[in-house]
């Protein structure tokens, strides 16, 4: 897929990956090539903080986001509480505290701190959080090397979930700490050699036919539980943009007074542009010669006109398919046209905005316990976005995935292409 290439591009991925792991209800059970992925997920995340001080790792800037060390604890949290307690008789946890620090929202898991102050969390420090990793590591590996066959059909399920969300992580690590840096008006360089991955160049459209088609989760290989129950839906007659929205085009909705013309926006995405004083995507800054730059990971760069524009919210995508004359597409639409290969850059750049509000499929049912909070209890004012972007790790991206955000979020590497329906 795409999403590998353009991955690999930006430096940050372990040399040996192995990932996804194998398929959970294949007999024998590989319990090496298991072992291996949970090392390789593990290792991406540490790699990812590799740059980072510890004085970069505890900083939150912002509700949104959340520090570097508690990602890298959270994750481990996730297997100590799900996996560990639950499937290790008399296993011994590292520290009972850090369950009310690193817990996000899991409700049936326990109290916790609220989001807004994990920033203020200065102990465990970074180096102690190492220990803890290395501690639920030890522990899971043993578990998978000496687990009966009957206790790994229930820990691998569990265990696979923690390495996809531990993967969701890694993406929001970068995308939260890119967010710090931005505030810095030193401009801090997470790695001088990231660049942004060159897309296809792409013109025209691709005709999506009007029919009834299946959307879900076909049964092959993992998915998140919101990405089921397949089901029939109708999607109309169409043509969709086989490429992605651009900077220059973006720049020549800024032109055109994009962000100064109310008629464009929805009522909230207008109030939104007063009350941030938004003027341009997220992170761009204008210089006196009126030339555009953006913050990145490799620090202050001038924009490139080429690349698809990035750091738009929902309400900047319906303006400025407004402001074409076009519309964002269903994710029915997109899911179709990316089964179908009619999509350039589907994976590995931005992930894109479509107009579906983010809902159960019909017949969803969240999976019994705590793992049920995972996606279903935010199933409301929110949008579905499809694809992947140039932060989510090696082998995370599928077709169906449903990614979601409020309409106002772009701090994440959001885009968009655009849709026309047919007379």
């Known amino acids: 897929m795409a999403a590998t290439a353009a991955m690999r591009e930006t430096s940050h991925q372990t040399d040996s990956v192995a990932f996804p792991p194998p398929n959970v209800s294949a007999r024998p059970v590989d319990r090496t090539a298991w072992i291996r992925a949970f090392r390789a997920v593990r290792d991406e995340t540490e790699h990812r903080a590799a740059p980072l001080s510890p004085e970069d790792q505890q900083i939150q800037s912002m509700a949104d986001a959340s520090p570097t060390k508690w990602h890298r604890a959270h994750t481990t949290w996730f297997f100590e509480q799900f996996l560990l307690r639950e499937h290790v008789p008399g296993y011994c946890i590292y520290d ?16 916790r701190q609220p989001r807004i102050m994990r920033g203020l969390i200065t102990r465990p420090t970074a180096d102690e959080v190492a220990g803890y990793r290395a501690h639920v590591d030890r522990a899971v590996e043993r578990l998978l090397s000496d687990a009966t066959d009957s206790t790994l059909d229930t820990v691998l ?13 890694q993406e929001l690590l970068l995308t939260d700490i890119l967010h710090a840096f931005a505030q810095n008006p030193l401009g801090p360089v997470y790695d001088a050699e990231w660049r942004f991955p060159r897309p296809v160049s792409s013109n025209g459209t691709a005709e999506l036919q009007g029919r009834v088609v299946k959307i879900g989760h076909d049964g092959d290989g993992f998915s998140f539980d919101n990405e089921s129950p397949r ?12 490429g ?8 020549a909705f800024i032109e055109d007074g994009g962000y100064a013309r ?16 938004w003027e341009a995507p997220g992170y761009w800054q204008r210089n006196d010669a009126g030339q555009w730059s953006s913050m990145t990971l490799a ?5 490139d006109p080429a690349l698809p524009v990035t750091h738009v919210s929902y309400f900047e995508a319906d303006a400025y398919a407004r402001w074409a004359g076009r519309d964002l597409p269903t994710e029915f ?68 995935y449903r990614n979601f955000f409020y309409p106002h979020q772009r701090w994440q590497f959001t885009g968009l292409r655009l849709s026309n329906y047919r007379d």
């Open 96 to 111: 009972e505290r850090l369950h009310y620090l690193f817990n996000s929202y899991y409700v049936a898991a326990g109290p």
């Open 157 to 169: 399920p569990v265990l696979e979930i923690g390495l996809y969300h531990e993967q969701q992580h």
């Open 262 to 277: 109310p008629e464009l926006w929805l009522s909230d995405g207008w109030l939104a542009v007063q009350a941030e004083g």
């Open 333 to 400: 639409e997109w899911e179709t046209a990316a089964t179908e290969g009619l999509l350039d850059d589907a994976f590995g750049l931005v992930w894109q905005w479509t107009r579906s509000a983010y809902l159960s499929y019909p017949g969803y049912r969240p999976v019994p316990g705590a793992l049920g909070e995972y996606n279903g209890k935010f199933m409301s004012n929110q949008f579905v976005l499809r694809g992947s972007s140039v932060a989510t790790s090696d082998g995370h991206a599928r077709i169906g």
């Open 299 to 303: 620090g202050q760069t001038s924009i």
């Open 244 to 251: 992605l929205v651009t900077n220059a085009q973006w720049l």
């Open 231 to 242: 089901h029939e839906t109708l999607i109309l007659p169409c043509q969709i943009d086989r």
